[in-house]
């Protein structure tokens, strides 16, 4: 893995943590127990983030850094491997 | 509304093109189980739900099955790059070649379009609920064949990933069930259609409080 792809395992992996405990909480709204989980990845979701854009760019159109050029359009895409 | 994130959520990294492989995963993009129809599926069906839980799973449910669409997608263009003529003949790949080329266009693995015939959104939340129990179940079946058929690890890693999902899916769907069943008369289920009779859902809701 090259370095892109480290931290955007990191968001990656908060990501389906937080996905994963919201389809739990929306069955068990009340559950204290997940809402704590959620709270705590929630942070790590944004450290993750803030690490992965300010290096390689967008994840989210919300994420433009103000810059002179909209690197939203900039290779890669999610699906293209770039190794083969 | 819905927001792109430019990221897959499970990463899809396949090193070897094997189009007849791609031909076969396609049918979890456009096939009878496949992913579309389990997005269309929730995310039509939520509108007319009567419990916030309920449509929150519906929502987020069919939210992360638009996600899977992407992956899906992901694994079929990673397995028809840079194919050569006789790959594409050889591999049984021709029949969908020579309509889409190595575009991607969702069909089951015998090549039928996606239909929307696939699912239903019946307007009555107990109904819906038990397809999406279903629906969840064959779309596991459908990954089991899959792993079955395959022997590239790669691709066996994201689709373990996606087979995982239909089985939480299933039990969060079956909370979603007995959370209904528990707003409902306990001596009759089918007494009336919360969805349809919305007065006497009112009604059963205010003599509880």
């Known amino acids: 893995m090259n370095e892109r792809e480290v931290l955007l395992k990191r968001v990656q992996i908060c990501d389906f943590a937080l996905a994963d405990t919201a389809l739990f909480l929306d069955t068990h709204p009340e559950n204290q127990m997940a809402l704590d989980f959620y709270k705590k990845y929630l942070e790590m979701r944004k450290a993750a983030a803030d690490a992965y854009t300010s290096r390689f760019g967008p994840l989210v159109h ?5 810059g002179p050029r909209w690197n939203w359009v ?11 | 509304m819905w927001m792109y994130s430019k990221k897959l959520q499970y990463p899809v990294k396949i090193k070897n093109p094997n ?3 791609a031909k076969i995963i396609m049918t979890q993009l456009g096939g009878p189980d496949g992913e579309t129809g389990a997005a ?7 509108y007319s739900c009567p419990y916030g839980e309920v449509t929150g799973i519906l929502t987020d449910v069919g939210t992360e099955e638009l996600g899977h669409m992407e992956m899906i997608s992901a694994i079929v263009y990673q397995l028809t790059r840079r194919l050569c003529m006789d790959e594409i003949k ?3 790949f021709d029949s969908y070649f020579v309509d889409h080329t190595t575009g991607i266009y969702p069909v089951s693995a015998a090549g039928i379009p996606f239909t929307m015939d696939y699912l239903a959104s019946k307007g009555d939340i107990i109904t819906d609920l038990h397809e999406d129990l279903a629906a969840e179940q064959k779309a596991r079946t459908t990954y089991d064949n899959i792993l079955r058929l395959s022997d590239d690890p790669d691709v066996k890693d994201a689709i373990r990933f996606l087979r995982e999902r239909e089985i939480v899916h299933y039990q969060r769907f079956g909370e979603a069930l007995r959370i209904t069943q528990d707003n409902l008369d306990c001596k009759n ?3 009336f259609n919360p969805e349809f009779d919305i007065r006497q859902a009112r009604a059963l809701e205010k003599s509880r409080k």
């Open chain 1, 62 to 66: 919300s994420d433009y850094d103000g």
């Open chain 1, 74 to 84: 900039d290779n890669p895409w999610p699906w293209q491997n770039e190794e083969a």
């Open chain 2, 19 to 21: 189009p007849a492989m």
């Open chain 2, 40 to 46: 269309m599926r929730y995310l039509h069906q939520r």
């Open chain 2, 90 to 92: 050889q591999s049984g």
């Open chain 2, 189 to 191: 289920f089918y007494a």
